[in-house]
């Protein structure tokens, strides 16, 4: 059965508001009569968004979206998962807290959490004194808050009054999450209902959703980047966030690993252990062998610690690719003296030849130099100087963890992020 308000308000998300709309599209829609007002979950795989749907139509067309987009953050900031604390009422209200303060107040339905809000009124109408007095604890905590903090930041301010929500829990009209928001009955509460999430889901489901949502957060940040009007009324900082949550996380060795495996190159050799294909038994076979030589530059500006370079060399000798390594120390200009022939397995210690500043320009003009002896090279170094003149062979930038990538690195070139993790 078609429901139109539903219908209108994901129309008025595709035109205003793409980022949610395109979000929307990995939701399961669901009526339901169970809850007294709205709430998402993840079952067998697929994610739900159900609602009551007399609740969905007493509110406004605006509350409505702010409603769509609350739920849509409750899924896309894994609280239904991964990030669940106990207690369940304290989290409801983190949870609640964090999300309200992306949204536009007057796009919230009323009765919502929000941080800074004022100390209901209502509070003074409760008939327990110990019920008036836990309220208004809490809610005088949640008018201290400032917005655009973490859910896991909220819970732990919250977890100092544990024993109020306790004393309030005893005064919830049914159980937190069925439409009373696990408050006080009057009192503004979660907005919707949080019952069940994740329960009952195996590591594999688990796994399963939480790759079908990155899949559509990724999606969704990509069309909103490639939109005007893309992110509506989603502010920097969130869009900044939303990008983070998205961006894969590379495994710089191996993208180093690729680099050394492409500068290989291949030779023949003539075997009698090898059948020639068009002149068996007549001529003898090929064999064919991979090998490179690369040219390594260490920057040894002071920028460019000991335990970095002796990290890059670790990662070197993880690598299978037949490859030797000449390693050159250069500052303003490269050391001739530093030569070195390093193989792989051996431990490097990093020691310095040089103190200047640092100067890539130089390291272009001895490549050019020695060209023929190397298959490419790679420069190991922070990033910090100016722009050299375009390779001749294949070349690779490596930064040390606590560098930039230039911006004016060549696209022809590889460049790599260092990191002290395994990615």
């Not at 920028?303 to 370079?309: Q, T």
Request: net charge neutral; aromatic share 10%; charged share 30%.
């Amino acid at each position: 059965m078609r429901d139109e308000l539903l219908e209108r308000s994901l129309v008025h998300l595709l035109r205003e508001e793409p980022f949610f709309s395109s979000f929307y599209r990995a939701f399961r829609k669901q009526p339901s009569n169970d809850i007294s007002t709205a709430g998402v979950s993840v079952s067998d795989g697929n994610i739900l968004f159900y609602y009551n749907r007399e609740f969905f139509k007493s509110l406004e067309p605006r509350e409505r979206i702010g409603l769509l987009k609350h739920e849509a953050y409750h899924i896309i900031f894994e609280h239904c998962t991964e990030r669940k604390r106990t207690p369940h009422l304290v989290w409801n209200y983190a949870t609640d807290l964090a999300i309200n303060s992306l949204i536009p107040e007057h796009e919230l339905p009323k009765g919502g959490l929000i941080p800074g809000m004022p100390v209901p009124e209502e509070i003074s109408k409760l008939p327990d004194p110990n019920l008036q007095k836990a309220s208004s604890k809490i809610y005088e905590l949640i008018e201290s808050f400032p917005k655009e903090e973490s859910s896991e930041w909220y819970f732990e301010k919250l977890m100092e009054l544990q024993e109020e929500f306790e004393e309030m829990k005893k005064g919830t009209e049914g159980e937190p999450g069925d439409g009373s928001g696990g408050s006080c009955p009057g009192l503004p509460g979660p907005l919707d209902n949080h019952d069940g999430w994740g329960e009952g889901l195996s590591d594999e489901q688990k796994e399963k959703i939480k790759n079908a949502v990155k899949e559509s957060l990724g999606r969704s940040v990509r069309e909103a980047d490639g939109s005007s009007r893309g992110w509506g009324n989603i502010g920097g900082a969130t869009q900044k966030r939303l990008r983070e949550m998205v961006a894969k996380t590379v495994n710089w060795k191996e993208i180093l690993n690729y680099f050394v495996g492409t500068t290989q190159r291949g030779e023949k050799r003539r075997t009698h252990r090898r059948i020639n294909r068009k002149y068996p038994y007549i001529h003898p076979g090929t064999r064919r062998s991979y090998k490179s030589t690369i040219a390594i530059y260490i920057d040894q500006s002071g920028s460019v610690g000991d335990n970095e370079i002796e990290l890059f060399f670790a990662a070197l000798s993880e690598l299978k690719k037949e490859t030797e390594f000449v390693v050159f120390h250069f500052d303003t200009a490269v050391d001739e003296k530093s030569r070195t022939r390093w193989k792989k397995h051996k431990k490097y210690k990093a020691h310095r030849t040089r103190c200047g500043g640092t100067c890539f320009k130089s390291v272009t003009r001895h490549f050019d130099k020695v060209k023929d002896e190397f298959d490419g090279y790679i420069i190991m170094t922070d990033g910090y100087a100016p722009k050299p003149p375009r390779a001749v062979k294949k070349r690779c930038w490596i930064v040390c963890p606590h560098g930039e990538i230039p911006a004016w690195v060549a696209s022809e070139d590889t460049s790599i992020k260092m990191s002290f993790n395994n990615v």
